[in-house]
């Protein structure tokens, strides 16, 4: 009996101890219970692993967006650099030209004015031959006048001595009053007559 008291103990104490194990345990289908739990656990790991990668690949394809917008942004700038030298150099060259320009308008501006200044004077100059040559025109003309009453004085002599000659000497050998008149003797006959 004794021992059927000692088995009766122990197996008391066995189920005390499978009793308690069992509530620490959480029960007899806790074993269950918690491979469904950690089932329940790995899907949403993996639902929260699946939604990581999504994020992952949107994230690698936006930063592949970026990279491709830098590169261009890259090629861009250096394009506008290489343009912007052009331009620069091209602005140098322009405003050398300019340069040169302005130093020839000014050359030619000197050289115009110059000219003027040149013109001026030949101008002046030329007013003093034109009033030099009036004035000569003019003594030219009175001296030419005064040849042609001269003359008129000089033809109407000449008449008067063709008719004092041929009153004179009607038959004369002179035959025309400018061989009469070259004729010595009669030239001075004549002479005082006039």
Request: proline fraction near 1%; glycine fraction near 4%; charge should be positive.
């Amino acid at each position: 009996m004794r021992k059927t008291k000692m088995l009766d103990l122990h197996l008391n104490e066995s189920n005390n101890v499978l009793g308690s194990t069992r509530s620490v345990m959480g029960g007899v289908y806790a074993a269950t219970e918690k491979v469904q739990a950690a089932q329940m656990q790995i899907k949403l790991l993996e639902n929260r692993l699946e939604k990581a990668y999504v994020k992952y690949n949107q994230s690698t394809t936006h930063n592949k967006q970026l990279r491709d917008q830098i590169n261009n942004l890259r090629r861009e700038r250096l394009m506008f650099e290489s343009i912007n030298s052009n331009l620069e150099k091209e602005l140098q060259k322009l405003k050398k030209d300019m340069a040169e320009t302005i130093q020839l308008a000014n050359a030619a501006f000197e050289a115009k004015e110059k000219a003027i200044s040149e013109m001026n004077v030949l101008k002046v100059q030329a007013d003093k031959e034109q009033q030099g040559f009036e004035e000569e025109w003019k003594h030219l003309s009175a001296m030419i006048e005064e040849d042609k009453r001269e003359r008129v004085s000089w033809s109407g002599s000449r008449q008067r001595a063709l008719a004092v000659w041929t009153e004179l000497y009607p038959l004369s050998v002179c035959t025309s009053v400018s061989s009469f008149l070259s004729c010595e003797g009669h030239a001075a006959a004549i002479k005082p007559r006039l």
